[in-house]
């Protein structure tokens, strides 16, 4: 069985760093791309960043481009989103996604193959 298992939220300062993590526990998804979304309280879930297993075609959301950096681990089946300089409007709950590429997570939110369960960033002002 597929599972996405996210680490890494939490409460940090406008203006600092936050590391997530994602790791496909059942090491069944071999060669997928994997990605994150994010999902603030009454808005719809939004396309954060998408990367190919091979870390080729990578893609941004236009409002984390410049601050946030995604980077993935073959060997662990994992995905990282480093992300820097952050807003208060960077709060909501971060999605771990896989696809076959990187261009279906960045284009295809709501048919995205496989989700985790999200975990929570909260930025202060």
């Known amino acids: 069985q597929v599972q996405l298992v996210e680490s890494g939220g939490g409460l940090v300062q406008a203006g600092g760093s936050l590391t997530l993590s994602c790791v496909e526990s059942?090491?069944?998804?071999?060669?997928?791309?994997m990605g994150w979304f994010r999902q603030a309280p009454g808005k719809e879930r939004e396309f954060v960043a998408s990367?190919?297993?091979?870390?080729?075609?990578?893609y941004y959301g236009d409002s984390v481009k410049g601050r946030f950096t995604i980077s993935t681990d073959n060997a662990l089946n994992a995905v990282y989103l480093q992300m820097n300089s952050l807003k208060p409007d960077d709060t909501g709950v971060y999605y771990c996604?896989?696809?076959?590429?990187?261009?279906?997570?960045?284009?295809?939110?709501?048919?995205?193959?496989?989700w985790g369960q999200g975990t929570l960033v909260t930025v202060s002002s």
């Open positions: 990367i190919n297993w091979n870390s080729n075609n990578i």
């Open positions: 059942g090491r069944t998804l071999i060669n997928y791309a």
């Open positions: 996604a896989a696809d076959r590429s990187s261009f279906t997570i960045a284009t295809m939110t709501t048919n995205v193959g496989f």
